[in-house]
C-alpha cells in the first residue's frame, strides 16, 4: 500500500494519484473504487472524480458487478488494454514481419511482406509505412491511439543516437534511422538490433522465461546472438555486443569495408547454400538448407554428410567460445539452427562438453518468427509503461 502524497501543486497531486489508482487496477485486474480507496487512502470523493476521467480519457472501463459485503454490489473497475496501440516490426533478410498489438501485447493483426533484393534503406523505409497503413485498417486504429512502433533492424543499432552504423544488408551506415522513420511514420519510433529484439522476445514470453542469464544465437541471412547477462539486455560499449558473425570461424579473408563478417559468410544460410551448390544442384528458395542435408545425408549422400558435419562442427565452435566467455545459463538456438536434428543436438552437446568444462543447458526457441515481433511490442511497453498513458 502506497500513501497519497501531500506535496506539490495540485496539477502534479492529481497525477500522482491518478498513477497510484492506475497501478491498482492493474495489479488487481478487478477492482472497486471502494477498494481503491483503501489501498491507496485516497477518499471516495477523490477517487470516483479521479476514476470518471480516465473512463472519460478511456485508460478505465467498467465490467460489472462484485461481490456484496452487506450493501449494494460494487462496480468493478477494469484498465483498458485497448486504449492504445502498439506497432512491432522486424526487418531480417529478405522479410519485413509486422504486428500490432494491444497493452498487453497481444497481437490485432499481422503483416508481412518479401523485400525486394538486394534490400534499399529507403524502399524498406516505404514498405514499413505501408505495412503500418495496412495493419491500422486492418484493426481499424486510428493513428493517434498508436503509441509508438518498435522497429528491429539488421547491423549495429544505435538506441540512443538512434542511427545503424553498420548494416551490409541494408547500405545503412551511420544513418539516423529512428529520425528518418519517425518523420515518415509521424509515431514515435524505438530501434534495436534485430537480434536483440528477438532475444527480448524469447526472455519474456518463450523459452528464456525465468532465465537470468542467456545467449540467443540466431543463424540467417547473417549470423547474431543476444545476451542478457544478471536480466538485463547487454549492448557493450557502442551498442555492439553479440556481433557474433565476425568471429574469425572459418577461412579468414581480407574483409572489404560493408561487407559480412568471416564466420556468417561462411556459415549463415547464404554461406551454407553457396557451400551446397556444388553438389545440390535443385536447392528449393525458401527451404531449408539444413533440413535438405539431414535428407541427403540419410540417403548416404556423402558430401551432404561431410558439409552438415562441418557447419555443426563451426556453430559449435562459436558456442564453446561464448560459453567459455559469459557463462550462461540457457543457449536458446534459432532461425536455421532450429532445424537441427535430435542427432546433431546431440553431436553438438557432446563437442561442448570435451571442449569447455560448462556448459549450459541448451533449447532450441520456441516462438519462431513471433520473437522479434514479441520483443519489439515489448521494447514500446518498456520505453511507455503505463503510468505515461497519464500525459496523454
Known amino acids: 500500500m502506497r500513501s497519497s502524497r501531500k506535496t506539490g501543486s495540485s496539477k502534479l497531486v492529481k497525477k500522482w494519484n491518478k498513477e497510484e489508482i492506475l497501478q491498482q487496477v492493474i495489479q488487481h485486474g478487478q477492482i472497486s473504487r471502494a477498494d481503491i480507496a483503501k489501498q491507496t487512502q485516497l477518499s471516495r470523493p477523490c477517487v470516483s472524480a479521479l476514476v470518471e476521467e480516465m473512463i472519460q480519457d478511456g485508460l478505465l472501463q467498467e ?7 452487506g450493501g449494494r454490489k460494487p462496480i468493478l473497475l477494469e484498465y483498458n488494454y485497448q486504449a492504445y496501440a502498439i506497432v512491432g516490426a522486424v526487418f531480417e533478410g529478405s522479410a519485413l514481419e509486422m504486428a500490432v498489438a494491444d497493452l498487453k501485447g497481444e497481437f490485432l493483426a499481422r503483416y ?59 547500405g545503412w551506415m551511420g544513418s539516423p534511422i529512428r529520425q528518418t522513420i519517425e518523420e515518415r511514420l509521424e509515431v514515435p519510433v524505438i530501434i534495436d538490433n534485430d537480434v536483440n529484439m528477438m ?9 528464456g522465461v525465468g532465465y537470468s542469464n542467456v545467449v540467443y544465437i540466431y543463424v540467417g541471412t547473417g549470423i547474431g546472438s543476444g545476451i542478457i547477462l544478471d536480466g538485463q539486455l547487454y549492448r557493450g560499449s557502442r551498442d555492439a555486443a ?34 551446397a551448390k556444388a553438389f545440390l544442384s535443385d536447392l528449393q528458395e525458401g527451404s531449408s538448407i539444413i533440413e535438405t542435408l539431414i535428407g541427403q545425408a540419410r540417403q548416404d549422400n556423402q558430401e551432404a554428410a561431410r558439409l552438415l558435419d562441418d557447419v555443426y562442427r563451426h556453430w559449435a565452435y562459436a558456442m564453446a567460445n561464448i560459453v567459455s566467455v559469459l557463462n550462461p545459463e540457457l543457449l536458446i538456438l534459432s532461425g536455421e539452427m532450429v532445424h537441427i536434428d535430435e542427432k546433431g543436438v546431440k553431436q553438438i552437446r557432446e563437442w561442448l562438453t570435451e571442449w569447455v568444462p560448462v556448459v549450459p543447458r541448451m533449447e532450441k526457441a520456441r516462438l519462431g518468427e513471433e520473437a522479434g515481433l514479441i520483443g519489439a511490442v515489448h521494447s514500446v511497453l518498456e520505453a511507455f509503461p503505463s503510468t505515461k498513458l497519464l500525459d496523454k
Open 112 to 170: 508481412r511482406k518479401r523485400l525486394a533484393q538486394p534490400a534499399d534503406g529507403e524502399r524498406v523505409i516505404e514498405d514499413l509505412a505501408a505495412g503500418l497503413d495496412r495493419l491500422l485498417a486492418e484493426s481499424s486504429l486510428p493513428r493517434d491511439r498508436l503509441l509508438g512502433i518498435g522497429v528491429g533492424l539488421p547491423g549495429v543499432t544505435q538506441r540512443g543516437s538512434g542511427t545503424v552504423s553498420f548494416a551490409p544488408s541494408t
Open 199 to 207: 532475444t527480448l522476445g524469447e526472455s519474456v514470453r518463450g523459452v
Open 63 to 69: 465490467v460489472g458487478m462484485g461481490d456484496s459485503r
Open 242 to 275: 553479440g556481433e557474433i558473425g565476425y568471429m574469425l570461424i572459418g577461412p579468414v579473408h581480407s574483409r572489404r569495408d560493408g561487407a559480412y563478417g568471416v564466420f556468417e559468410t561462411h556459415y549463415s544460410v547464404p554461406g551454407v547454400k553457396a557451400q
